[in-house]
């Protein structure tokens, strides 16, 4: 008997590290960017792709805060899930998580399809901090793992293609300003997962958006495509064409690299990960999805270190395989206004032995090029249901815009009981005219910085806040100087100054005024100190996250007496994070006290919130001693010399 497709609410608990609060200073500073080419080198790209790897790239991260609360102290925690399943495969949606897929479970065989990852453990890959491995991800908005990894999704049961149903995930991503929405169908007795992916631009005006399905496959299994060549970007940080190297090699690479695929126009997309005997995952999607492309770690320590420090002991590494709207993940495309951009995805099981012809062989007798096609046409005709059932709730933002321009999005519903208390002010600009003054005194929410919302703050009442705020947007547009000069104006009646001196002081630094910077940090910090009324979770993340940067630029003009006065009051539970014995191993060096910092290092520490890329703790070490790096801190992604 087949049993027809069900979507139900399951709860799975694993070991978690706890995410914690956001942090709450604006990020006014560009973002890190491991992926980026040089312009000198894209002479040699092809035009189209040389004009998208130069179209849009994100400057700000604004209007997203940064998600680096989080530790690495794990316990069992509850997860909510959402099942759809058949009677052939049972696939695990993590509805607050961005909606992974964590789990691809094929019942007839009793294999995993995916790598799925024992534990959930933050670490700082999103382009905005929090991000966990394993499973497959949905990464909109610009090159690199979304800002939405660790946020939660709208999410509810829509009415499937050929009936049953289907689970809708949907959210407005901030940094671009767009919904998109990913519908997942298992049609009945299929083998495969069926996605179709929708991104649509309400505005006046083109945006550049962004597509990859990252999908964790164990990292044993071989990876085929039907692809001779491939773009390659390793630490050498540069785009070159190479033959596509078999997958054996790729893993024994000492370093991290990326491998985006060459499909011929007019081949199927497909990408497989196989065991060695042949078992696996294949993706496969409709033309629109043309970009293919491996991520392997490297062979490497720092490699190695990297795939320990995402998951637990015992615990095999990984592989990614992606798909992607671009051939490259440098590359941005153009969605022309008040229009959308849409396709399908299917994953499932094949079996094939190791050769690309063959697999694409096989895939097409499991699962027809036309009938993928068919299918895509078939959902076309849903991407519009209204929701039947929502199953999880995501956040106000989406709510807010629809409400501020009146828009239509038929099928992802951004309803107004969804507003929460961080939408609660610019509701109030929308419908009033003036940005509320707050009733008692917190660090200030989120920061708006469309255009819209600029010309609002730009006429309501000037209010410290206000000011405040029009200063992050007008910084955000590239105004440079008018946002100092906004932020100068509420310094003379705010009832708290370090927000205004922090902004200030960052621009200080950007325009080369270390020492000035310095001073406005000091002078933030002693303020938050005299204002922060209790020790809970947004004073004592406001009080780190200040007090981290005003140690850093107090230390960069060697005023170690005053970056000491800040470490010492700091919480307790601050100065014990990894991150800041990191940074008390620097103040200890910078007083000339190198062997106690050697301490520091040798007592261990871990920096949750380390970044991919990043070599803080390599370099720290190196100007200590002339020891070898301990394997436990070598995180290195590319050779010394690099």
């Given at each position: 008997m087949v049993i027809v497709t069900t979507i139900r609410r399951e709860v799975l608990t694993l070991p978690a590290a706890e995410l914690g609060p956001d942090n709450p200073l604006p990020p006014l500073r560009p973002p890190h960017e491991v992926h980026r080419v040089e312009d000198r080198d894209r002479d040699d790209l092809p035009r189209d792709m040389a004009r998208q790897v130069g179209y849009g790239p994100l400057r700000s991260l604004l209007p997203v805060r940064v998600r680096d609360g989080y530790g690495r102290s794990r316990a069992p925690r509850d997860i909510d899930t959402l099942v759809i399943e058949n009677d052939r495969l049972?696939?695990?949606?993590?509805?607050?998580?961005?909606?992974?897929?964590?789990?691809?479970?094929?019942?007839?065989?009793g294999r995993e399809l995916l790598y799925r990852n024992p534990v959930l453990q933050p670490a700082n890959f999103a382009l905005n901090g929090a991000w966990?491995?394993?499973?497959?991800?949905?990464?909109?908005?610009?090159?690199?793992?979304?800002?939405?990894?660790?946020?939660?999704?709208?999410?509810?049961?829509?009415?499937?293609?050929?009936?049953?149903?289907?689970?809708?995930?949907?959210?407005?991503?901030?940094?671009?300003?767009?919904?998109?929405?990913?519908?997942?169908?298992?049609?009945?007795?299929?083998?495969?997962?069926?996605?179709?992916?929708?991104?649509?631009?309400?505005?006046?005006?083109?945006?550049?958006?962004?597509?990859?399905?990252?999908i964790a496959v164990p990292e044993e299994r071989d990876v085929l495509v039907p692809a001779?060549?491939?773009?390659?970007?390793?630490?050498?940080?540069?785009?070159?064409?190479?033959?596509?190297?078999?997958?054996?090699?790729?893993?024994?690479?000492?370093?991290?690299a990326d491998y985006f695929y060459d499909l011929p126009d007019g081949r199927r997309r497909w990408i497989a990960a196989l065991?060695?005997?042949?078992?696996?995952?294949?993706?496969t999607s409709t033309d629109l999805l043309r970009g293919r492309k491996l991520f392997v770690w490297g062979a490497g320590p720092g490699g190695r270190r990297w795939q320990q420090w995402l998951t637990e002991p015992g615990t095999g590494g990984y592989c990614e395989i992606q798909a992607g709207l671009a051939r490259t993940q440098l590359e941005h495309v153009r969605l022309d206004a008040e229009s959308e951009v849409s396709w399908l995805e299917a994953y499932g099981p094949l079996s094939s032995p190791p050769s690309a012809e063959e697999a694409e062989a096989r895939l097409e007798a499991a699962l027809p090029r036309a009938d993928v096609d068919a299918a895509y046409?078939?959902?076309?005709?849903?991407?519009?249901?209204?929701?039947?059932?929502?199953?999880?709730?995501?956040?106000?933002?989406?709510?807010?815009?629809?409400?501020?321009?009146?828009?239509?999005?038929?099928?992802?519903?951004?309803?107004?009981?969804?507003?929460?208390?961080?939408?609660?002010?610019?509701?109030?600009?929308?419908?009033?005219?003036?940005?509320?003054?707050?009733?008692?005194?917190?660090?200030?929410?989120?920061?708006?910085?469309?255009?819209?919302?600029?010309?609002?703050?730009?006429?309501?009442?000037?209010?410290?806040?206000?000011?405040?705020?029009?200063?992050?947007?007008?910084?955000?547009?590239?105004?440079?100087?008018?946002?100092?000069?906004?932020?100068?104006?509420?310094?003379?009646?705010?009832?708290?100054?370090?927000?205004?001196?922090?902004c200030l002081a960052v621009a200080d630094q950007e325009s080369g005024h270390h020492e000035?910077?310095?001073?406005?940090?000091?002078?933030?910090?002693?303020?938050?100190?005299?204002?922060?009324?209790?020790?809970?979770?947004?004073?004592?993340?406001?009080?780190?996250?200040?007090?981290?940067?005003?140690?850093?630029?107090?230390?960069?003009?060697?005023?170690?007496?005053?970056?000491?006065?800040?470490?010492?009051?700091l919480h307790p539970g601050t100065r014990a994070r990894g991150r800041f014995r990191l940074i008390e191993a620097r103040l200890l060096l910078a007083e000339g006290r190198g062997e106690e910092a050697l301490d520091v290092f040798r007592a261990g520490f871990e920096v949750a919130d380390l970044r991919e890329g990043a070599d803080d703790v390599g370099r720290l070490w190196a100007r200590l001693t002339d020891e070898p790096l301990p394997a436990h801190y070598d995180f290195r992604m590319r050779p010394p010399e690099a």
């Open positions: 049972r696939a695990t949606v993590l509805p607050g998580l961005g909606g992974r897929l964590a789990s691809l479970f094929h019942k007839p065989t966990f491995s394993g499973g497959v991800e949905w990464n909109i908005g610009a090159t690199g793992h979304t800002t939405l990894s660790c946020a939660p999704l709208h999410a509810a049961r829509v009415p499937a293609p050929g009936g049953g149903p289907m689970l809708r995930l949907w959210e407005w991503e901030r940094l671009r300003d767009l919904p998109f929405q990913v519908d997942l169908w298992l049609p009945d007795g299929s083998d495969f997962l069926h996605v179709g992916v929708r991104i649509r631009n309400p505005h006046e005006r083109p945006v550049p958006t962004y597509w990859w399905s990252n001779r060549e491939a773009w390659h970007f390793g630490h050498e940080r540069r785009l070159r064409k190479v033959p596509a190297p078999p997958y054996d090699r790729i893993r024994q690479h000492p370093h991290a065991d060695e005997d042949g078992h696996g995952l294949v993706q046409a078939a959902w076309k005709t849903h991407a519009d249901a209204e929701p039947a059932e929502i199953l999880a709730g995501g956040s106000g933002w989406g709510a807010l815009e629809v409400l501020r321009a009146d828009w239509k999005l038929p099928g992802t519903p951004f309803d107004e009981d969804t507003l929460g208390a961080a939408q609660e002010p610019w509701l109030r600009l929308l419908r009033t005219g003036s940005f509320p003054e707050p009733r008692r005194v917190r660090p200030p929410g989120e920061t708006l910085v469309a255009p819209h919302w600029r010309d609002m703050l730009e006429t309501a009442p000037a209010s410290p806040l206000t000011e405040y705020h029009l200063g992050v947007a007008q910084w955000h547009a590239g105004d440079r100087a008018q946002a100092v000069r906004s932020w100068e104006r509420a310094l003379e009646l705010a009832p708290s100054l370090w927000p205004l001196l922090r000035r910077a310095a001073d406005r940090y000091a002078d933030a910090f002693d303020d938050l100190c005299h204002e922060r009324r209790d020790d809970g979770a947004s004073w004592t993340a406001a009080t780190a996250a200040l007090g981290r940067e005003a140690i850093e630029a107090l230390l960069a003009v060697r005023r170690t007496a005053q970056a000491r006065a800040v470490w010492d009051r």
